[in-house]
RNA sequence: CGGGAUGUAGCGCAGUCUGGUAGCGCACCUGCUUCGGGAGCAGGGGGCCGGAGGUUCAAAUCCUCUCAUCCCGACCA
């Protein structure tokens, strides 16, 4: 592709609203635009990275045995009623009506219409097992679209779904799908993590997700320093000490602390560490119930886990008026002593002795206070966020803290859609089984995004060979001269022919925009053509990884260049 | 959904407090000079100042409503 006729719109400087470096560098380098909260245009820069990572998913499914297909954008409405799923999914379902006034949504996932596809074409378990993919746009009407591609409203997914006779099989096919997401993600060039994850409201039992690392991404996960466990710190475990717990130092006394509400302010007053409190949350469920849960100071709530423990859909933090009147003071002085609800606690509250907690009573905690002797907890569970320097559940080894970019999630579903929707087969006795499915997502988009966040530098973005939206870059440093268009033209033409994905800068401009537009565009490879080099034989290649230079004989370029190409792809 | 902020040329912004008919940088077009890391000079094009209503002789500017965009929060008492 000629750059002097192609469109590649960048931006010298950063647009406003981009925060993070994929989202500033993806529309500096005019490979996205957007057209609304969440929306955008796929320039034909940021097209090509994403054909990249599409074309490595299909070739990865379709070698684990998956089928592609394309279902609907638009779905009926019944079919998400039958599902139930119509009044559970809220508000990121956008739905619409036609002008028969018939109710649709837009799909942002889909299992409803798979399993209607499969129940209506396959009857024998003799058909099994099967495995269906699509790539597709996908919209959710999210909350708070940000970063890019990187949460935004609409977006390309990769969603495969399994469908077996039994369990067993469901498991092979879930490995298989997950063995497929590390060959796919390696190929792309990403440093990532298959964690342990929370199934959502997707359902199902469980799941893994796969994190790109990067500091900028939006999930917390944990991996353990001695062995292969890592999991999303919404579902993570820690290994809980069994210790002896020491008595009370002596009877429980009220302290004033005027003013000091966070379990910062009161262990900074009273000048003991964090884990020597215990604090109180107090809590709604959607269903109305009231809860207080305890947990040590340094600790945090995992609301996923009290949900899970509660069977409850969604829990929430009491108004302050709930507080008052369940405590008697303002929010800041909960304490579980006499409170008058049912008390839950987090394991690790049980080894602590001689702690302190608000006393109910605005301005004043207890000191000294003893589990046993002051407290009525009414259970103890696992409820707290994994962080790290704690415990691994598997082994002796210490968690360590990462953020993640979620590029790709599986599930095992069990029957919950076939259920749902009758999605039966006959099982080899000639008795109706419902089918057993999984299903396996993967942000094509969001994986571009989390590739460049990991891969870029100052000046730009620095693409992985496999999933760059063209290999090579030649550099015309003065189209004018004819002897360097000449042989930029020629080297073109020659990789071209070779197979290798070229960008020839044909442009009449100067070198400082062309270098720098190079570097922002981050083609792996660029080789500069320029009068003086050309004189003595050369050009000049640079590698927008390491910013190493080399000259090669112009008459060897074309073949050095295809060899460095396979190289890299190779090493992926 | 709560809090905060911002909408002025393709992009980044000033002008708004104190009302007087719109400006800067980049980008774009023309010419000349330049040409190995975002050139210089000269000339030029482009704006219903997010939208609607109001106040006023006069509104980008003041008032009301609305729409959009972004940030923070929606978890630690």
Redesign the pocket.
Known sequence: MRLSQYLM?????????A?IASHQLMM?SGMIR?I????YTYMPLGLRSVRKVEQIVREEMDRAGALELLMPMVIPAELWQESGRWEQYGKELLRIRDRKDTEFCLGPTHEEVITDVVRGTVKSYRQLPLNLYQIQGKFRDE?????GLMRGREFIMKDAYSFDLDSAAADSAYDKMYQAYQRIFRRCGLDFRAVEADTGNIGGSSSHEFMVLAESGEDAIVSCNGCEYAANVEKAEVRRSALDRPGPDGPMEKVATPGK??????AAFLGVGLAQLV?????ETDQGDRVA?L?R?DH????IKLCRYLRCQH????A?DV?QQLTGAP????GPVGLPCRILADLDVKNMADFIV?ANEVDAHYCHVDLDRDVAVSSFADLR?AQAGDGCPRCAGTLEAWRGIEVGHVFKLGTKYSKALGATVLNAEGREEPLVMGCYGIGIGRTVAAAIEQNHDE?GIIFPMPIAPFQVLVLE??P?DDAVREAGDSLYRTLQDQGVEVLLDDRD????????????VGIPIRV???????KEGVV?V?LRCDGE?QQVAVEQAADWLVQRVRQALEAC
């Open positions: 719109p960048t931006l010298k400087e950063n647009p406003a609203d925060e500096r957007k609304a909260a969440g929306i909350i708070r679209p940000r970063f509400k966070s379990v910062a302010e009161v604090k109180t949350l107090l809590l849960v947990l100071g945090e709530l995992n609301e829990v929430q933090l009491a302050d507080v929010v800041g002085f909960a608000g966020q000046n440093l003065n004018k401009e100067r070198p400082g925009s062309k270098f720098k537009d190079a570097d922002l500069t053509i320029g009068g003086r080099s050309l000049e640079q230079t």
